[in-house]
């Protein structure tokens, strides 16, 4: 692959990625939105409509990852964020199924683990000062949440379905956010990728 389709591969890709995540995001909003006006269908409905289309969003991000791997140090960690996303569309599915406080612990370790990945994700962007604050924030927002989900919260239906609606409208906006962001930065990066011919981020 030469300089030119090298530069074309990364931009069509960071150009699917950053489409994904703001598909991503207005969908976890409406989501949300859906969640408080009809609270009593959606604990059943979220099991058969929002699992899977998580977990196709996921396996989605999955294959952007890989095709960023020759272009990308940190591609692994969109592979890893894919992963995480398949696994919060299981429990997704899952959750009707199993005990509230099964789905807390569940909901817990998930926030715990993609917490730390995002603060992961911010040393990797640490160059990049508005990604880095923002994945700050996200990442101890997540660690809080799922410290407080576990030692704090009381575990009941009411509580379940509204925590994760507002966490689910805050991941939204933080999606919209971050794809916003990376269009922005998609000149700048396939201009350091094409001076360089290497790697970058």
């Given amino acids: 692959m030469n300089a030119t389709q090298h530069t074309r591969h990364t931009r069509t890709a960071l150009h699917h990625l950053a489409r994904l995540l703001l598909i991503r995001g207005f969908t976890a909003l409406a989501f949300a939105a859906i969640a408080v ?7 059943e409905g979220s099991a058969v409509i929002a699992g899977p289309i998580l977990t196709g969003f996921a396996g989605y991000e999955i294959g952007v990852a890989l095709l960023l791997e020759a272009d990308l140090r940190q591609w692994w ?25 099964s789905v807390a612990v569940l909901a817990a370790v998930w926030l715990a683990l993609y917490g730390a990945l995002s603060l992961t994700f911010m040393v990797a962007l640490w160059r990049y000062r ?3 604050w923002g994945l700050a924030a996200w990442g101890m927002i997540n660690i809080a949440g799922a410290i407080l989900l576990v030692g704090f919260a009381p575990i009941t239906t009411f509580a379940v379905l509204w925590v994760g609606a507002f966490y689910t409208a805050i991941f939204g906006f933080v999606q919209i956010s971050a794809a916003v962001w990376l269009r922005q930065q998609l000149s700048p990066l396939v201009r350091e990728l094409r001076a360089t011919d290497m790697r970058v981020v």
């Fill in 77 to 101: 960690l969109l592979l890893l964020e894919g992963l995480a996303c398949v696994a919060f569309g299981m429990i997704t599915f899952v959750s009707p199924m199993l005990p509230l406080e």
């Fill in 37 to 43: 006006r009809w609270p009593e269908r959606t604990l």
């Fill in 130 to 132: 508005h990604a880095r």
